[in-house]
């Protein structure tokens, strides 16, 4: 697989929470040069890197991350800020506390909230795959397909494990015809990344993606 058609899935991503401007700015630039999906940036960045670099430039920010246990009602005002501030995309992340409850109608009443909210911007829903058992990865699937949320995320990248094979296969046979899939955390290769994107994933979350693929990237580029 070329290395721009990788790069053409990936999330760009920097969610450390002492990232600086200079390295939020390099992130951007990196992301326009190889024509990344996205960058995944903290909230606190986002108007700024939408006036620093326009329309051009598709911009991700995190909601409720990356616990996931906020209320409804602030992942909702943070979603609003997001969007005002210029978001293109929305990672929100699934209160787990809820799933563990059995509370399967307040995840989805929440995620049809925000997605109101979203509007034709897209939402992926973060479910920390990790935390769950393989009936409650099932009934995530079952939230973010009846809340109408564009895409199923496997993880923050902060818990205990990331993105895995079998949930990815898990979430293929459960999720609705128009939710896709992002795997993220612990996906540090370039064979991490093509086995992803070959297994039906249409996203992937890897900060280091970049920095592997720039050489190779670089050199199609030349060839045009």
């Known amino acids: 697989m070329k290395a721009l058609e990788i790069l053409s899935h990936v999330d760009h991503t920097l969610l450390s929470p002492t990232a600086t401007w200079n390295e939020m700015r390099r992130l951007a630039e990196e992301s326009l040069r190889y024509h990344t999906a996205s960058v995944c940036v903290p909230p606190a960045y986002v108007a700024r890197l939408r006036k620093e670099f326009g329309k051009e430039l598709t911009i991700c920010t995190v909601i409720g991350f990356p616990l996931g246990y ?35 109608a307040k995840i989805t009443e929440e995620i049809s909230a925000l997605k109101k909210i979203a509007g034709d911007r897209i939402l992926k829903i973060i479910i920390e795959a990790c935390d769950l ?40 046979a459960y999720i609705g015809p128009k939710v896709r899939i992002k795997a993220a955390g612990g996906i540090r290769t370039v064979e991490d990344m ?25 050199a199609e580029q030349n060839e045009k």
């Not at 009602?73 to 943070?78: E, G, M």
């Not at 895995?164 to 898990?170: P, Q, R, V």
């Not at 249409?202 to 050489?215: K, T, Y």
């Open 133 to 172: 058992t393989t009936e409650e990865k099932i009934f995530a699937c079952h939230c973010v397909t009846k809340g109408g949320a564009d895409f199923i995320k496997t993880s923050t990248g902060f818990g205990k494990s990331g993105a895995t094979h079998e949930d990815i296969d898990l979430f293929r």
């Open 70 to 104: 906020d209320t409804t009602a602030a992942k909702c005002v943070a979603a609003c800020e997001a969007v005002k501030d210029g978001a293109d995309e929305l990672d929100a992340v699934m209160n787990r506390a809820d799933m563990k409850n059995g509370d399967l």
């Open 194 to 218: 093509e086995a992803y994107l070959a297994q039906g994933c249409d996203r992937i979350g890897a900060s280091a993606a970049v920095r592997l693929l720039a050489e190779q990237a670089d």
